[in-house]
C-alpha cells in the first residue's frame, strides 16, 4: 500500500468523450477533505471578455453522481390478498 496522500488533490485532462460545445473541454476528478468529486473545466471561448476566467470549472460529487444514476427497484403491485384475512369456504 501506498503511503502517498491524495487528500486535496486532483487532476483534469482533455476531454475525449467530448461530442457538443455544450461539455466539458475538461474532465478529471479531485480528492477534497476524504470525498471524490468529478471535475468538468470549460475554457474561455474565442472572443470572449479577456477580464473573464480562462477556465470555468464544476465540482460534483461522486458518491451523490452514482447514487442519482443507479436504477432504484419497482414498487410491488398490490395483489389485494391479505393472509391474516379469514378464507371464506
Do not use: C
Not at 503511503?3 to 485532462?13: H, K, P, Q, S, T
Not at 479531485?30 to 470549460?42: F, P
Not at 473573464?52 to 398490490?78: E, G, I, R, W, Y
Amino acid at each position: 500500500m501506498s503511503d502517498f496522500d491524495n487528500n486535496n488533490r486532483g487532476a483534469i485532462w482533455g476531454n475525449t468523450k467530448k461530442t457538443t460545445d455544450n461539455h466539458p473541454d475538461l474532465t478529471g476528478s479531485i480528492m477534497v477533505d476524504g470525498k471524490d468529486y468529478w471535475l468538468s473545466g470549460w475554457k474561455r471561448k474565442e472572443g470572449a471578455n479577456p477580464k473573464s476566467p480562462a477556465l470555468s470549472l464544476s465540482v460534483t460529487l461522486k458518491d451523490v453522481q452514482q447514487t442519482q444514476s443507479q436504477p432504484t427497484a419497482a414498487p410491488k403491485a398490490d395483489s389485494g390478498f391479505d393472509e391474516a384475512d379469514d378464507i371464506p369456504f
